[in-house]
């Protein structure tokens, strides 16, 4: 399958602080990047859909000035956690859509990453 | 209503036994796709099969199998022969509509597997 690599994989930051994750493709271009968030031992919650060249769109209830997404490359998008709190401790996790004739648009994701935010 | 149902939220299997994990959806639309994917504890998510709305027969990947049932809305995933690696959470997510828009996920089954 294709590989979507992300980083870090942990954080662990003081409150107030910001915390940039990245979520690159590795062997595809991925126009769509999508955003995540899982709490323990739950399913996942869709936070935004980041588009290559333009604005993400952000869920209801989700902060777009304390989650900041950029995705200025097909193959690379940001997510920054600005000014985090512990309430943001979390696992991230990005997708990318490959979109290659004859993979079925399949999401592939990357590793996570868990932010700790003390 | 939810979208996607998984109601086990355990499953006990032995190895090289089979199990099924059951998924039951909801969507008007006639276009929509069928995942599951398998979450380890170390939190990646690892892409398992996929079966297309209109994709006449089940999908099957090595030892994972699909079983659609359209007029059921139910998109089981069958494991054969079990093997110790396959402990882990498992999720069912669908995606309704046009290929740009995200995944919905089921709250998951945790699969354990004892030799």
């Known amino acids: 399958g294709a590989v979507v690599s992300q980083h870090p994989s942990r954080v662990i930051c003081k409150s107030g602080t910001s915390v940039k994750i990245e979520c690159r493709s590795l062997?595809?271009?991925?126009?769509?990047m999508f955003w995540y968030r899982q709490f323990p031992k739950q399913s996942l919650m869709l936070m935004a859909t980041?588009?290559?060249?333009?604005?993400?769109?952000?869920e209801q209830g989700v902060e777009k000035d304390k989650f900041l997404i950029n995705h200025a490359s097909l193959t690379l998008s940001t997510l920054t956690v600005t000014s985090a709190h512990p309430e943001d401790s979390s696992f991230y996790i990005c997708?990318?859509?490959?979109?290659?004739?004859?993979?079925?648009?399949?999401?592939?994701f990357g590793a996570g990453t868990r932010l700790s935010v003390l | 209503a939810q979208k996607i149902t998984q109601t086990q939220p355990g499953m006990f299997v032995q190895e090289k036994e089979a199990v099924t994990l059951d998924c039951t959806y909801d969507?008007?639309?006639?276009?929509?796709?069928l995942f599951w994917y398998k979450q380890p504890s170390s939190g990646e998510m690892i892409f398992l099969i996929y079966?297309?709305?209109?994709?006449?027969q089940n999908a099957t990947e090595g030892r994972y199998s699909l079983n659609f049932q359209k007029a059921r809305k139910s998109a089981n995933l069958v494991i054969s022969a079990s093997q110790l690696g396959d402990s882990a959470m498992y999720f069912c997510?669908?995606?309704?509509?046009?290929?740009?828009?995200?995944?919905?996920f089921g709250k998951g089954t945790t699969l354990s597997v004892s030799s």
């Open positions: 969507t008007s639309d006639q276009s929509y796709g």
């Open positions: 062997d595809f271009q991925a126009t769509t």
């Open positions: 997708s990318a859509l490959n979109r290659r004739q004859g993979t079925k648009n399949i999401q592939y």
């Open positions: 079966q297309g709305s209109y994709d006449e």
């Open positions: 980041s588009n290559e060249g333009s604005k993400a769109t952000y």
């Open positions: 997510a669908m995606r309704e509509g046009y290929t740009g828009t995200a995944l919905i």
